[in-house]
Structure formats: C-alpha cells, structure tokens
C-alpha cells in the first residue's frame, strides 16, 4: 500500500538528507517508510499511493479548520495574485499584530518572524537586551527550535549548564543555557540559586514536545515568582499552545502572565510564520526604536499575513470553536482509554482544547524522564496498525496531536473502532 511512497522516499533521500526537511517526518522512532502527501482535504490527508488518512497532526498544529479551508485559500489566492513578497510595510501586517494585541492582555506590540525557531532566538535576544544578562533557564523536554543556545542536553548533576545536544554547536553558546527538570520546584529553586545571570526563564507551560505534558500550576507560579525576584524575564513558548489550548492559548488555562510570548504555528494559518510579543516597553527596545536589532528580509510576508489573518478572525468569531474541538478531543481520548482498559494496556491520555497526547505506561508523565519509561515499542505498533487502518498520528511518542474543526464526530467514532481493534494486537 506504500510502494509509490518507498519509492519517494528513496529518491528523496539521494538529494536530501534522510530524505526530509524535518527529521521528525522521516518516521525514526516509530520505524518504515513515511507516506509522502498529495494533498490534503478538510480533516483528511491523501498520499501519493492514493491511501486516505484522518489527520492528526495537521502539520503540527498550524491547520485548526484543516486542510484547504476555504476562506484561508481565498484570502491566500487574493493576496497572491497582488504580488507575493514587497520587502516594504503592508497593512496586513497591521491587522494580524491588532488580532494578537486585543486577545491578549499583556501584549502590546508584535514582531513577525518567519519561524518558531526564529520568534524564541529573537525573543532570547530581546530579554538579553533589556535585562542585560546572559543566562537563559530552559527545561528538559521543551522544544523551542534548533537555536544554537536551545539545544542543549544536560550536564552532571541538576541545575547545571547544559552541553551541546548536537554536533555543530560549540559549548561556548551552550554555557548559558541552565537546563532544570520541568514541573521541579526544588530544581528551579537551585537553577536560581546557581546564577544571578538570568536574563530569561523560557517555558512550554502546556509543553508538547515531550508528548503532551502541561506544566502545573503551582511550577507556574514559582517560576512567575522566581522570575519577578531575580530581574528575569519569563518568556511563555507558545509556537504550539497559541491558539491552540483556548483562544488565549496557554494564557488562557494557566494563572501566570508571561513577560514575552512567542507565536507560530496558527498565526499562520500554514503559511510560515512565527512572531514574538511583549509590552510596549519591552517591545521598544527593538530596532528602528531601540537598540536590539532583529530583521529579516520575508518577515511580516504578505500572503502569510492574510492566512493568518482569516485564521484568527475566523478563530474569534466562532465562540463555540474550543468547546467543540474540546469534546472532540476528549471523545477521543475516553475511547482509546476504554479500549486499553478493555484489553489490559498501560495508556495515559491528556488534553487541553485541541492539544492531545497520549502514553504507553502506568503513571501519567509529569517530565521528560517521565516519558522516557513508557512502552516505545508498543506506541510503534499502535501507530503503524491505526496508520494502515487509515488513521495518521503523529510518528512518536514525543510529540502532541492535534484536533481540527473538520474532524467529525463520526470520524471520532470510527477511529475509536480502529483503536479497538488495533489495542487487541498489541
Ligand atoms: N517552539 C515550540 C514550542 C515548538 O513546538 C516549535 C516547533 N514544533 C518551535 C518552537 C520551533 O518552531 P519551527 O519549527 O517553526 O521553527
């Protein structure tokens, strides 16, 4: 049923390295061949071997209506057809930051990037500027891109500076980066204790890139506190929780004001697009005005601009958007949980709004050491058996599932069959 898609990716990987742009689409942790896209349609994606899949990923979040929706693809066309990239300003830029602004509370002024890795470099910058420190806290499991100073894997002992987690990264742009367990009060407490050098705390507070693992709120708290007693700023990552957990994203959910928050993902509605977002005062430190420069040739990019911009109006003027995809998603999850039960598997599901992860083992992951003690090899099976069965979830147990308007309560139902079947395989 894959053989077009084997020989894709063969080609693929000849020009490309291992075959992909991303290394999460090349299906490593769960092993085989990905099934390269045609296209997709509403909650469905088509491969090139003409299989059709139920979308759970929709391209890691960005697709909240799914694919091809209508209004996004108009608004795209139009704006296309006026020219696809000026280099000069466009009130649509406007727009979109006004959108961000009036949704959220401690947001003055928006910056627009073209990624997500792009919106945390410059938003690390922008507290560095201001603070004037050095040191970023960031904790174990979160993602924030591949930044040279973000990816960083543990040194010895807790609350240590962290080494480089890839080859090409020199330990001089890794020793400022403090590495501290997530959801680990008394090692945030020590990752203070360690440095008065601190020009930022950046947290997923609904992280998704370790699976699906929320940040409690009382870890919030404290690193709100902790944050104000020590002259830091707390930066929320909200590249995947924005507009995603509720219409305020993460701050919508949890009590904590962030000092800066980065966006991608929906505000782009697919397009690429990322954004980071402060006060006025923080914002006006950034070059024309301030001093901390941050540029880039196709940021705020027309057509980009546009799905964003049909994305969120579309987002605010359906009040009963998050309610629904959250009875889907939950839905969902009772299903899957009902069919382990029915069949004795260890299986721990969570979700906030459209966000969803699910886990192979008995307690519910509170870090990403956590994670690491669930069943990979049976999260691979399952993924496999629901993916020939028509059911595309994201390839690893590290990552997060994504809900989307055009997913029916049907389709719900017969993924909640297949499940079914599939947990008695394993
Ligand atoms: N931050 C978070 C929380 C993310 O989930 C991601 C991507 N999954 C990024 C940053 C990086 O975004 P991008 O892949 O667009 O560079």
């Known amino acids: 049923m ?7 990716y063969e080609e693929a990987k000849n020009v490309i390295p291992g075959g992909v742009d991303s290394p999460v689409r090349a299906f490593k942790s769960v092993g085989g061949t990905p099934p390269f896209i045609d296209r997709g349609e509403g909650a469905y994606l088509y491969d090139i071997d003409g299989n059709k899949y139920l979308d759970f990923v929709q391209s890691w979040g960005p697709l909240i209506f799914g694919h091809c929706d209508k209004d996004i693809e108009q608004a795209v066309i139009e ?132 699976g699906f693992v929320p940040a409690n709120e009382e870890f919030l708290e404290e690193c709100r506190r ?14 995947m929780s924005g507009f995603r957990a509720s219409l305020t994203g993460a701050h919508g959910v949890v009590k904590p004001n962030a000092d800066i928050v980065t966006f991608g993902k929906v505000i782009g509605g697919g397009m690429p697009v990322g954004a980071f977002a402060s006060n006025e005062e923080i914002m006006n430190n950034l070059s024309p005005d301030g001093a ?48 382990a ?51 595309y979830f994201a390839c690893s147990q590290y990552e997060t599932g994504f809900m989307c308007d055009a997913i029916s309560d049907e389709d719900i139902d017969n993924c909640i069959n297949a499940a079914n079947e599939v947990m008695e395989l394993l």
Do not use: W
Request: charged share 25%.
């Open 79 to 210: 704006t296309a057809k006026k020219g696809l990239s000026f280099g000069a300003p466009t009130v649509l830029e406007t727009k979109l930051a006004n959108e961000i602004v009036e949704m959220y509370d401690n947001i003055d002024k928006v910056r627009f990037v073209n990624s997500g890795t792009e919106a945390v470099m410059s938003a690390i910058r922008l507290a560095r500027g201001v603070t004037g420190k050095n040191n970023i806290l960031k904790f174990e499991g979160c993602y924030h891109g591949h930044s040279d100073s973000l990816l960083v894997q543990a040194g010895s002992g807790m609350a240590t500076f962290g080494s480089p987690s890839s080859p090409g990264v020199p330990a001089d742009l890794t020793k400022h980066t403090i590495l501290c367990e997530y959801n680990n009060i008394e090692d945030l407490r020590k990752c203070f204790e360690a440095s008065d050098d601190i020009a930022c705390l950046i947290i997923e507070p609904i992280a998704g890139n370790m």
């Open 341 to 391: 039960e029915k069949y004795n598997i260890a299986f721990q599901s969570k979700s906030i709004g459209s966000m969803f992860g699910f886990f192979f083992c008995d307690i519910e992951p509170k870090n990403f050491k956590d994670v690491g003690t669930c069943d990979f090899d049976r999260f691979a099976k399952f993924h496999h058996e629901m993916l020939k069965r028509g059911f």
């Open 2 to 8: 894959f053989e077009n898609s084997i020989t894709a």
């Open 292 to 339: 901390i420069y941050q540029a880039g040739t196709l940021s705020g990019n027309p057509v980009a601009m546009a799905a964003g911009l049909v994305s969120l109006q579309k987002i605010k003027a359906d009040k009963d958007l998050y309610n629904r995809l959250n009875a889907k998603t939950q839905k969902l999850l009772n299903g899957f949980k009902q069919a």
């Open 226 to 239: 902790l944050c104000d007693e020590n002259g830091t700023l707390l930066i929320f990552d909200e590249v």
